[in-house]
Nanobody
Framework: QVQLVESGGGLVQPGGSLRLSCAAS????????IGWFRQAPGKEREGVSC????????YYQNSVKGRFTISRDNAKNTVYLQMNSLKPEGTAVYYC?????????WGQGTQVTVSS
């Protein structure tokens, strides 16, 4: 069964850090481009960061550049999003995504709340 399961969300104070994990099962992440998206209440889902499958090219939304880092551990078949210096506007449900030609998988999302 193909599955992406996110974890690591929670409540954090402004300026704090969280590391989100996304564990894949039923397929191998090596050949997939991976990405993290988020959806805040009342807003559309937006891309936060992504990484190509082999070349390792990465992309970050301007608002998170220098604070977020996307990575993958192919041995663990897991994707990560390290989030530092979090801001209240980062409050959202965060989703991981894995895609390749003809295949597009999404996790169920994990809630991140940045509040004092």
């Amino acid at each position: 069964q193909v599955q992406l399961v996110e974890s690591g969300g929670g409540l954090v104070q402004p300026g704090g850090s969280l590391r989100l994990s996304c564990a894949a099962s039923g397929f191998t992440l090596d050949y997939y481009a991976i990405g993290w998206f988020r959806q805040a209440p009342g807003k559309e889902r937006e891309g936060v960061s992504c990484s190509s499958s082999r070349a390792g090219n990465t992309y970050y939304q301007n608002s998170v550049k220098g604070r977020f880092t996307i990575s993958r551990d192919n041995a663990k078949n897991t994707v990560y999003l390290q989030m530092n210096s979090l801001k209240p506007e980062g409050t959202a449900v965060y989703y991981c995504n894995a895609r390749t030609t003809g295949r597009d998988y999404w996790g169920q999302g994990t809630q991140v709340t940045v509040s004092s």
